[in-house]
């Protein structure tokens, strides 16, 4: 499948990724984020809850939940 893609206002595209992490205090904790290659832990749409917004100074793209 492809992977979601995001075109910024500057005409950038971003793909949307994920990752499991595990924090310092050993929890493990799922991560989303943007990068501008796709690669093997791309996901095909945003997950349930979140929506796409892009941060006003640099244009990246990030998730966040929905209220």
Not at 22 to 34: A, W
Not at 48 to 64: C, D
């Amino acid at each position: 499948m492809a992977a979601f893609s995001y075109t910024n206002s500057k005409g950038q595209v971003y793909y949307l990724h994920t990752r499991e992490v595990t924090l310092k205090n050993g929890r493990k904790q799922r991560i989303y984020f943007f990068a501008k290659d796709e690669r093997a832990d791309h996901l095909d749409a945003v997950p349930a809850g979140y929506q796409v917004i892009e941060t006003t100074r640099t244009g990246m793209p990030v998730l966040k939940k929905q209220k």
